[in-house]
């Protein structure tokens, strides 16, 4: 659930998780997709947990950010980090929220 859906799912009978999940949903979600599959047996289907999914979005988002902020002398990682020479060697560093933060140096 996020602020934006929580009025909407509450109203429809869904309940808030521990995590800001739903409760239910990922057994919903199974039923969902068993169903599917058993009808339309040539169509893929994936069930993300709220978790991975926070996950995807956290790490797409630090990349797009990364991608558009950096110096012409960092490098984008495929995790959303930037790595640059520093000083002291290579720096590994993490912006989130207009603050950057060294997450590694070698």
């Known amino acids: 659930m ?6 909407n799912l509450v109203s429809m009978g869904y ?16 039923r969902i997709a068993s169903e599917i599959r058993r009808r339309w047996p040539w169509i893929s289907i994936n069930v993300c947990t709220s978790h991975y999914k926070d996950l995807a979005q956290i790490g797409a ?3 797009r950010i990364n991608m558009r902020v950096s110096a012409g002398d960092e ?6 980090t930037v790595e640059s020479q520093g000083s002291r ?8 929220g207009g603050k950057e933060y060294t997450v590694e140096s070698y």
């Not at 309940?15 to 199974?30: F, I, W, Y």
């Open 2 to 7: 996020s602020p934006a859906n929580i009025n």
């Open 15 to 30: 309940r808030l998780g521990p995590n800001g999940n739903v409760t239910g949903s990922l057994d919903a979600g199974l």
């Open 61 to 63: 988002r630090l990349f």
């Open 75 to 80: 490098s984008v990682l495929d995790d959303g």
């Open 89 to 96: 060697g290579i720096l590994i560093k993490l912006r989130i």
